[in-house]
């Protein structure tokens, strides 16, 4: 029994491609040559051919990824002890579409698209378990938590290194964090399989070690399965020749565009990419409503329809003048710092946000002088526990309580516009102040924990921020948003609606005022709350509620008990 790893064949030329078809389900067998999966290239759609006979372990893309020569498809048990090399099965290409006369007029897309015949470099390695003591082990990003390519910023180790399980060998960065790849095996890097700037997905491949058969179960990989040509195209299958620098400055590049404008990440096929062109418009701005996203015919008639209703919509932002730019250097001495990616990133949310967002913002204080008595009261248990109770406990708390007690505050407007979702979950986001940006983390099911278990989550997903540390899935699905202020400073301010939420919650430092009691002043501690909302969908008497309900939760805790 061995298990091999196919990967994709020379694409003749096209550098990368979306997977449309996963023909088999884990378990089936498969026969020499049987397509695994279906790839389609702006021009053409072609299927993989299984190298192997065998069964299907597992699929190692996903429906809907885009993949380039080299990346790791399947895995595949091939019931004998001794396989062939894999070889470079010929890729069967179909035209996409009849309609797609661009296969017509341009015949040399077809010829871009032949398979490689030539033959595979000799250095391809035995596909069987090798005997030897020592073997290959190709390693891969492991599940990061979304199908979608992150940047590889860093790469961590170069040919050589001797490398330990676990040690972190390329970082990358998605549009909200950074993460470490750690190595699944110990042994020495002996190929370098993706260069800083690639886009990697769960699956991509990362690097060669060559590990002893202590090591385990480790099956010989044909390490040369992407050819030479195409390698010298695609950053992604870089020659370990030419090894990335350890530690390099993070450089990130942009997605490469294509012909008709939309960047190469964009999951349309030929026929939606041909008319998206003939009608001059960019895919980057198409929201696709197909499976995973994918952009339709019909999506892009929408979007030239409401283009051509909305010439100048405020939704957008459109017809705004731009803020001029001004040369400062003339004014003095000046130096421009590189935003990072989240603080870009972050800064255009803000932006859309606050343009497409009706926002209104209404204030009120609590009076949390026996919350912070009790607060205080847990100090001892707490460091029995190792764990730190903040103030920002509580308000998540009492924020889920109130999103419970108000589902108004748990919706988002549809995409249709003709309908709100009603969420029947409560997770509360958290904006986090790290050297790196902003970075919202969620609390999920926050209505469900006790304050014990909202300290461990905020300590812990506070901590990951700050590392950069942070997984995608760690910041998605928040339903309400918390931007505590109070531990920095401010009486208060207006935060803006983290879109497409409806509602968010700004709070400043608390201070000792007096307060009238009715019949003298009293040294209360208040603790100043600000809520902005979304006035689409929550009108002034919803937030007022909102408002009023979570004011008493926090004002008197024994209420988050009942
Ligand atoms: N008033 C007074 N003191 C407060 C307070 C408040 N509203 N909230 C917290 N504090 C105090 C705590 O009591 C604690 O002090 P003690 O240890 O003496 O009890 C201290 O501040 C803790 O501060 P912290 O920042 O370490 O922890 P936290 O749980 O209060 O906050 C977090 C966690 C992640 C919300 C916070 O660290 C943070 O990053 N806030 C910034 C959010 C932000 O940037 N918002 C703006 C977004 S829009 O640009």
Redesign the pocket.
Known sequence: MAVEIVTVPDLGGAESVDVIELNLTPGDAVGLEDSLIVLESDKASMDVPSPFAGSLVKYLVADGATVKVGDAIAEIETGAAEQPAQEEAPVEETPVEEEEPQLNKEPQSNKELQPNKEPQPAEQAPAAKAPAVESEQLIVVPDIGSDDEVDLIEISIAIGDQVEEGDTLVVLESDKATMDVPSSHSGKVIKILAAEGDKLRTGSQVAILQVSNAEGEVTAFPVEAAPVAAAAKSPSVAPAAAPAPVKAPTAISAPAATEDGASADVYAGPSVRMLARELGVSLEKVSGTGPRGRIQKNDVDSFVKNALNNPASAATGSGIPEVPAVDFSQFGEIESIKLTKIQKL?GSN?QRNWLNVPHVTQFDDAD?TEL?DF??SL?AEGEKRGI??????F?IKAIAASLHANPEFNRSLAGDGEHVIQKHYINVG?????PRG?M?PVIKDANEKGIWEI?ED??S??GL??DGKLKPSDMQGGCFT???????GGTG?T??VNAPEVGIL??????MKPVWNGSEFAPRLT??LCLSYDHRVINGGDAGRFMTHLVKLLSDIRYLAL
């Open positions: 972050t803000m949390i912070e607060r205080k100090k730190r109770v903040t103030p920002v406990a308000l958290m904006a986090v102040d790290t902003l919202v300290s905020i300590m997903l506070a921020a700050r918390l931007s505590s202020l109070g531990a920095i301010f935060p803006i700004g709070v400043s430092k608390s201070q603790l100043p």
